[in-house]
């Protein structure tokens, strides 16, 4: 049976189950223009609302005024709207980028999708945790066998090595 998600009624199957960047809020349905690329996507709001702030005051004059007064309002809002957003998204991905580089997933060893879903069900994430863990503790993990073992200790051997020759090492 296909899990649910929560409290909202739709399965994981279902056609009608919405897409990244939908969020549901009292039975209507909302479009998040952040979900997908915040980067992106804020620095072109920035970029489009300090033009509109901004640009009325380089081309001065009565109409620059008008244009100003009338215009404005939006490239301010624009400007609060878009600027946390793109810094919150700056430091979210690089915290990321740091999180993989110095405790890389288990997603980089070359390991069957089996032997990922056990490691991942049991709370396996980063290869680092994996290598720390003992044999025997590992073979205690539900459906792990002497081969998938040696599988998950020879992906973290070939790992290390190419990590080792990228460094420069022969």
Do not use: C
Not at 36 to 49: F, G
Not at 98 to 125: A, E, F, K
Not at 133 to 138: G, I, M, N
């Amino acid at each position: 049976m296909p899990l649910a998600a929560s409290g909202s009624g739709w399965s994981a199957s279902d056609p009608r189950r919405p897409e990244k960047g939908i969020w549901i809020s009292s039975g209507a349905v909302h479009a998040d223009p952040f979900a997908v690329d915040p980067i992106r996507r804020s620095v072109i709001l920035v970029a489009a609302s300090a033009v509109a702030f901004f640009g009325p005051l380089v081309a001065g004059g009565p109409g620059g005024a008008t244009a100003m007064v009338a215009g404005g309002w939006l490239g301010m809002i624009g400007l609060a709207i878009g600027l946390p957003v793109l810094a919150l998204s700056v430091i979210e991905t690089g915290w990321e980028r740091l999180r993989r580089r110095l405790q890389p997933s288990i997603d980089q060893l070359d390991l069957s999708p089996r032997l990922v879903h056990i490691l991942r069900r049991h709370g396996y994430d980063a290869i680092a945790a994996v290598e720390r863990t003992p044999d025997p503790a590992l073979l205690l993990l539900a459906n792990m066998d002497a081969r998938g073992l040696r599988e998950v200790r020879r992906a973290i051997a070939l790992w290390r090595y190419q990590r080792w020759q990228e460094a420069g090492f022969p």
